[in-house]
């Protein structure tokens, strides 16, 4: 099957700072990512659409200048989470589509201090 | 966006129980797939099953679409059956998944 891979799995860094998390494709080519978030006990929130050598596609509410996403291979997409806040702390999962199905990236635990 | 219904919310099994878990949603889709989350929060493929019935093991799926709902089943327990199940679908635009809050499920020994 299909692999997706994220890193950092976990993340823990200062108020004000910005992270970086990768997702990558392993054994396919993706121009489509999805970027998604997921805060304790609840579903999985779609956070934008990345798309290979364009600009992304934020979901309502969501703030393109705090959440940069960059796809700039068929294999890899970046979410860089600026000037983080506390409040920024979640579950952030990527995935990709190879022909019809959507797999999903281990998740990057992100907390914010 | 479409609305998309899962039920039961929690559900606890003994090991070897046979269960159903339900998936409604509000309008045509062109993707549906069922995950399972392991408590590490992997999830991981279960089906893709936007119309008609398949099996995979211990596991099937039924998704009747003109009465937009899907049906998965867990035969036989066990407990690495535990974990959140979600149903995920997509209506016009192909590809962004919407989900439904997930059955929590538990397996006891």
């Known amino acids: 099957g299909a692999v997706v891979s994220q890193h950092p799995s976990r993340v823990i860094c200062k108020s004000g700072t910005s992270v970086k998390i990768e997702c990558r494709s392993l054994?396919?080519?993706?121009?489509?990512m999805f970027w998604y978030r997921q805060f304790p006990k609840q579903s999985l929130m779609l956070m934008a659409t990345?798309?290979?050598?364009?600009?992304?596609?934020?979901e309502q509410g969501v703030e393109k200048d705090k959440f940069l996403i960059n796809h700039a291979s068929l294999t890899l997409s970046t979410l860089t989470v600026t000037s983080a806040h506390p409040e920024d702390s979640s579950f952030y999962i990527c995935?990709?589509?190879?022909?019809?199905?959507?797999?999903f990236g281990p998740g990057t635990r992100l907390l914010v201090l | 966006g479409i609305q998309v219904e899962q039920s039961p919310p929690d559900l606890i099994l003994q090991e070897g129980a046979n269960s159903t878990l339900r998936c409604n949603f509000s309008?045509?889709?062109?993707?549906l797939q069922w995950f399972h989350q392991n408590p590490w929060g992997q999830l991981i493929n279960l089906f893709y099953?936007?119309?008609g019935t398949k099996q995979n093991g211990r596991l099937s799926a039924t998704t009747v679409a003109t009465e937009r709902y899907s049906l998965l089943y867990i035969s036989s327990s066990q407990t690495t059956d535990s974990g959140v199940y979600f149903c995920a679908v997509a209506g016009g635009s192909w590809g962004k998944l919407q989900f439904g809050a997930g059955t929590q499920v538990v397996v006891t020994p």
């Open positions: 309008d045509s889709v062109n993707n």
């Open positions: 054994d396919f080519q993706a121009t489509t």
């Open positions: 099953i936007p119309s």
């Open positions: 990345s798309n290979e050598g364009s600009k992304a596609t934020y």
């Open positions: 995935s990709a589509f190879n022909t019809e199905t959507q797999y």
